[in-house]
Nanobody, 119 residues
Framework: EVQLVESGGGLVQPGGSLKLSCAASGFAFSQYYMSWIRQAPGKGLEWVSGIYDDGTAIYADSMRGRFTITRDNAKNMVYLQLNSAKSEDTAMYYC?????????????RGQGTQVTVSS
């Protein structure tokens, strides 16, 4: 059974930083592309970033520069570092093993971790 468990969310001040983690189990993690998506209050899902099995990272244009995605295949973990946080980053963040295109939403998803950017 595929399991994805996110952690690390919380309250962060504007301009602050936060690192989200996702623990994966139940599949051959090192062989899969993984991504992070988010959903702000009252809005739809938004693709943030993805990382291939070899560590190649890709980002949505609006996310590039403030987000950094990494993975540790030995630990079955994927991470998302948020820097220079903005209020519009407030959202539920999900770790995803997509079943389709790199920036698609269907797939195996965790329960999410809430990030709130506020002073």
């Amino acid at each position: 059974e595929v399991q994805l468990v996110e952690s690390g969310g919380g309250l962060v001040q504007p301009g602050g930083s936060l690192k989200l983690s996702c623990a994966a189990s139940g599949f051959a993690f090192s062989q899969y592309y993984m991504s992070w998506i988010r959903q702000a209050p009252g809005k739809g899902l938004e693709w943030v970033s993805g990382i291939y099995d070899d560590g190649t990272a890709i980002y949505a244009d609006s996310m590039r520069g403030r987000f950094t995605i990494t993975r540790d295949n030995a630990k079955n973990m994927v991470y998302l570092q948020l820097n220079s946080a903005k209020s519009e980053d407030t959202a539920m963040y999900y770790c995803l093993r997509p079943s389709g295109a790199h920036n698609s939403f269907p797939g195996d998803r965790g329960q999410g971790t809430q990030v709130t950017v506020s002073s």
